[in-house]
């Protein structure tokens, strides 16, 4: 990529009726924002919007030429398994130009468990 290419994140969630279901993503969007000048959005599975196509469609607009989607998930089920590499092929379809990679649910990683660990043991502290 050369410094004019823009890598884009979108934390991808499950979505909810209750609009407050998504502050903590919200949050977590603008601690990125505020760490990159790359885009980061939020789409979502179902009940809110935008969705993953939408987003994708917003950033490659936007001048990205390559997406990681980031499933905010805490493990990895149905959603994250089938649901999801179904609506990252249809997005690479229609955006050939751009290279759109899936990150593992952040429940998988190592560094997050241990921070959740770490909180659990924080709270029974107290």
């Not at 990529?1 to 979108?10: L, W």
């Not at 279901?21 to 924002?33: D, M, S």
């Not at 990159?36 to 001048?63: I, K, N, W």
């Not at 980031?70 to 130009?97: M, N, S, T, Y």
């Amino acid at each position: 990529m050369n410094k004019i290419d823009k890598h884009g994140i979108i934390l991808f969630g499950h979505g909810a009726r209750d609009p407050r279901w998504a502050e903590p993503f919200e949050r977590l969007a603008a601690k990125l924002r505020a760490s990159r000048t790359d885009p980061v959005s939020l789409a979502f599975l179902e009940l809110m919007s935008p969705d993953l196509p939408t987003a994708v469609a917003r950033q490659a607009a936007d001048g990205c030429h390559a997406i990681t989607v980031v499933p905010v998930f805490f493990g990895q089920g149905g959603h994250v398994r089938k649901d999801l590499p179904e609506i990252v092929e249809r997005c690479r379809a229609a955006h050939p130009e751009v290279t759109i990679d899936c990150a593992t649910a952040v429940g998988e990683d190592d560094a997050v468990l241990d921070a959740v660990a770490a909180y659990c043991l924080r709270q029974a502290a107290q």
